[in-house]
């Protein structure tokens, strides 16, 4: 009875994984469109920012389903937490990190489009979770 609980706590966790795993595809894909439409409305330097804000979201979540879905042969919720915390901690201070590093080191920048990338993917993510959890 144990073995099958433990299995299928595997499951769940290989099934939140591969969720997750679609969910920075289809940003990475979001990302790309906006890119391609700043490029072809307002030019490079706004596509390079957009590309930049989508980044500075994909890069930190990414790191945070790294953290946080671990594969475990015998999880507890002691360490399933530990996970959650550890990977939402590393997400912000990347993302401040990415955020800091583009405005000091991106010349010239687009804020707008960086933004606007941003904000288009968080809410991209928010819905996407709403759906995949209903």
Avoid: C, Q
């Avoid at 490079?44 to 989508?54: D, K, N």
């Avoid at 945070?64 to 937490?81: E, K, Y």
């Avoid at 707008?112 to 993917?121: D, I, K, N, Q, S």
């Amino acid at each position: 009875m144990a073995e099958a609980a433990v299995a299928e706590a595997h499951n769940d966790k290989s099934r939140s994984r591969a969720a997750a795993h679609r969910m920075l595809a289809v940003e990475t894909g979001i990302t790309a469109a906006i890119a391609l439409l700043f490029h072809v409305f307002m030019g490079i330097v706004a596509a390079r920012s957009a590309v930049l804000g989508g980044l500075t979201f994909i890069v930190p979540n990414a790191l945070f389903v790294a953290l946080a879905i671990r594969p475990a042969p015998a999880d507890s919720a002691v360490a399933a937490l530990r996970g959650l915390y550890a990977g939402e901690a590393a997400k912000l201070t990347m993302t401040a990190v990415m955020f800091a590093a583009g405005f000091m080191l991106v010349e010239p920048l687009h804020v707008g489009a960086l933004f606007a990338t941003y904000v288009t993917l968080l809410v991209a993510n928010l819905a996407g979770n709403w759906y995949l959890t209903k």
